[in-house]
């Protein structure tokens, strides 16, 4: 691979920032500024900015131009993205704003330099603030009467009387001194209203030590119940978990809260009064204000307090927004993380599965896929309720077993799973000789392919309802090939998706999509458009392309022939190459993860360690990847290349590994404390992490219950998809709610040892009472300790019966 040459200045192809030379500054800010939020050098942002700017997608640069960057990762790119992007805006609305003050005649040197010093967007639009057009005020009305001057007369000497010095403004629109005062004190509020200094220092003093209250709305309680624990609730905005805070503002616009932001806890009236006093003084120290018995100073003290009233109702809107966007962010960052998991979960590989889409009325529908994906065998059974043609479904079942050489069964988990897992056990009882695997498989979002355009195009003539046992059967096969077929957001693992913004949810997600199928690779000729699409450099028009031309012209034979693809030019090849691989084709190398732009070093190798390309991968001990660096070519890439060679096509993705859910446990009732048992993730939320047990409920494993030492983040322990062992702490039919730990040394809470009769032993006890929002670990009223997760959380929450 060449490296790079020396920076230049940035491209603005994906920007409307113009490349002037008076911007070059503000880019290096930009860059140094990433780069120190990034722990990494100001070259490295410049390098990928421009490869970014020049069309490059993010898995090509962090697999292929690591020299260029310094060997920034796929996640550091992603994060330097979307900084960018936001650093642009704002580098937009700042010369937007220059040049507004500007055509106003009032853009000082002073003032130029505070709008280009402003590191925020909200602290820009502060500046800007006192010059922004806007429609006319009581305060810009009392300006053009002449009040200005008392205004400023009462400021700065206070031992005025202010009846008697407003007495000499009187005139038209102002007929008496009340009237003249009202238009003084509408100028000083609007002033301490537009200082952004002072709206600076008071948001941050709101963000970290006032107060966001809900309460119930009245008449809303029993409507509302599940919002139950935040009925009467304060918490400082800061720190505040996302999940609460998205909660919060459902419950809000469904009408079931309202909420406020105070200076301090609404409950305790002294801290409160206090707190407000605090503020208030702020507002008096900017404009100049001291109470020390002169004659205007009452009236000054009252102009603060309504200033500092005004300025509150606008920090309340700006700090509620401030709360969304955070709770957004890591909301989005848990989804991301999420369904990284799942895609990247391990795959059973080439093997025959059968696919068991549970139902009772309408049937369990089955389909059988060979190792490569294709459907050889479909059928619908009636084992249960109503039907119950239990011997009748086992036959047929075992004879497209048979008949197809079934290795593996693929049980989604909907309505009728546990019974329908008890039919699979019967079967591996029929079919012995089989030696079947069955697993249950999350069937999140397989009604949603099997309506769609593409399952009609994929699976043409069979019947919708069958097709979701075909995508059961797949995802087990490869979750990744599959689940890309779904959108992201039908795949169940997301919490709150539908309250944040969707472009900035789509970007993420279609990012981590984009991530995880070019850190695995594609085979060009078996991949569906839909995989092929998520290639880099690929997109939904050439992947139709590739898959027309593959049928008309047969398999691709050489990585090169993927130029002969219409459309398919020069810089999507350099993009998408390395990442799509040819199989038995007419170059080893084809098959393997080496570019074909590094094709010459790859041979280099091999002939100095007297090996050839095979599957089984190059014996290459005694080379020093050092002696293959040339000007081209640096370290970090012959690395890369010696590593494929030794492995070629690897796999990130683990081992496939199943769980056993225990015979006879099928439902919350048959539960008991103390039990331990298989189960698999599947999810992970900010709190926790909820684990399918077979029982149709997930339960949950509260962070505190993860470890014996502290972990701030539950992905730190548990992945989705993963197979843990977990102890039953608590299982409550009632409320459908399940609390478990993965610490199996844990004591059982007092309550649940004497009704199972085990002796209370000497010890910490178990933190699971936390583990079940809204019961032992409900927050307390006006909270004022960490708090404990409690609410609805979406589609995890329903799931675990929290919601």
């Excluded at 603060?304 to 709360?323: E, F, M, N, P, Y």
Aim: proline share 6%; glycine share 8%; net charge neutral.
């Amino acid at each position: 691979m060449s490296s790079p040459a020396a920076p230049q200045p940035v491209s603005t192809t994906r920007s409307s920032a113009p490349a002037q030379s008076s911007d070059e500054r503000l880019y290096a800010q930009i860059y140094a500024q990433i780069a120190a939020e990034l722990g990494v050098a100001a070259w490295q942002v410049r390098a990928a900015v421009e490869l970014l700017d020049s069309g490059s997608t993010v898995p090509f640069i962090a697999r292929y131009r690591k020299e260029a960057t310094g060997t920034l990762d796929d996640t550091q790119l992603r994060e330097l993205d979307e900084r960018l992007r936001y650093l642009r805006e704002l580098a937009d609305r700042r010369r937007a704003i220059l040049d507004a003050v500007d055509a106003q005649g009032k853009l000082t040197p002073e003032l130029r330099a505070a709008i280009e010093a402003a590191d925020t967007k909200s602290r820009l639009e502060d500046i800007y603030l006192p010059y922004k057009t806007k429609r006319r005020t009581k305060a810009q009305i009392a300006r053009e009467a002449g009040l200005e001057p008392l205004a400023e007369a009462l400021l700065a000497n206070p031992s005025l009387d202010p009846g008697k010095e407003a007495g000499r403004y009187l005139g038209e629109g102002v007929p008496d001194a009340a009237e003249a005062l009202a238009g003084a004190r509408a100028i000083l509020i609007e002033r301490a209203g537009q200082d952004a200094d002072l709206l600076t220092t008071a948001r941050e003093k709101l963000w970290k030590q006032g107060r966001l209250r809900s309460q119930v709305r009245a008449g809303k309680e029993t409507e509302g119940q599940k919002y139950a624990d935040y009925f009467d609730f304060s918490q400082a905005p800061s720190g505040m978990p996302s999940h609460r805070v998205l909660a919060l503002l459902r419950a809000e616009s469904e009408g079931i809260l309202e909420l406020g932001l105070a200076e301090a806890d609404p409950g305790d009236t002294q801290a409160l009064a206090q707190a407000r006093q605090r503020f208030e003084n702020t507002v008096a120290a900017r404009l100049g204000v001291a109470a020390r018995g002169r004659p205007a100073d009452a009236w000054l003290q009252q102009t603060v307090q309504l200033a500092w009233r005004r300025i509150l109702a606008k920090l309340s809107v700006d700090l509620r927004v401030r709360l969304f966007q955070e709770a957004e962010t890591e909301a989005v960052r848990v989804f991301a993380a999420n369904l990284r998991d799942v895609l990247l979960a391990a795959p059973a590989g080439n093997r025959a599965t059968l696919g068991l889409d549970p139902g009772l009325r309408t049937g369990v529908k089955a389909a059988v896929v060979d190792g490569t994906g294709k459907v050889v065998a479909t059928d619908t059974v009636y084992p249960h309720a109503p039907a119950r043609k239990w011997d009748e479904a086992l036959v047929r079942l075992g004879n497209l077993v048979r008949k197809h050489g079934v290795d593996l069964v693929a049980i989604g988990n909907g309505t009728a799973s546990r019974e329908t897992d008890k039919l699979a056990a019967e079967l591996m009882r029929l079919v012995p000789e089989a030696k079947l695997q069955k697993l249950v498989v999350s069937e999140a979002g397989a009604s949603v392919y099997s309506a769609s355009a593409l399952a009609a195009a994929e699976l043409p003539g069979m019947d919708v309802s069958l097709r979701g046992a075909v995508s059961i059967a797949r995802r087990l096969q490869d979750p990744l090939a599959e689940l890309v077929k779904i959108d992201p957001k039908s795949i169940g693992v997301g919490q709150y998706q539908h309250d944040i913004t969707a472009a900035r949810l789509d970007r993420s997600l279609d990012a981590v999509v984009e991530d995880c199928v070019n850190a695995v690779g594609v085979d060009v000729n078996t991949a569906s458009p839909a995989l092929l699409s998520r290639v880099a450099g690929v997109g939904p028009l050439l992947s139709e392309n590739i898959v027309a031309y593959r049928n008309a012209n047969g398999p691709f034979a050489r990585r090169r022939d993927l130029m002969k693809v219409p459309r398919l030019g020069a810089k999507a090849f350099e993009q998408c190459a390395g990442f799509l691989r040819i199989t038995g084709g007419s170059d080893p190398l084809d098959a393997s993860s080496v570019h074909p732009e590094s094709y010459g070093i790859a041979r280099r190798i091999l002939s100095a360690a007297k090996a050839e390309m095979t599957p089984a991968g190059a014996d290459l001990q005694g080379l020093d990847p050092a002696a293959f660096v040339d000007e081209n070519t640096g370290l970090p890439t012959v690395m890369d290349i010696m590593n494929e060679l030794r492995k070629p096509g690897r796999d990130p993705r683990p081992a496939f590994k199943t769980a056993t859910f225990s015979e006879g446990i099928e439902k919350i009732a048959d539960l008991r404390p103390g039990m331990v048992l298989d189960g698999v993730v599947t999810n992970v939320a900010a709190f926790g992490a909820f684990v399918d047990i077979g029982v149709h409920q997930d339960g949950l494993v509260h962070i505190s219950a993860m470890s014996s030492t502290f972990i701030s983040d539950p992905r730190d322990v548990v992945k989705s998809g993963q197979v843990v062992k977990v102890k039953v702490m608590e299982a409550d039919p009632e409320r459908k709610r399940i609390s478990l730990t993965l610490r199996l040394e844990d004591e059982l809470p007092s309550s649940t040892r004497k009704e199972t009769g085990r002796p209370a032993r000497a010890g910490r006890p178990a933190p699971a009472s936390k583990a079940q929002p809204g019961k032992a670990g409900r927050p307390p009223r006006r909270e004022t300790a960490a708090p404990q997760p409690e609410g609805p959380m979406a589609e995890a929450l329903r799931r675990a019966g929290l919601a």
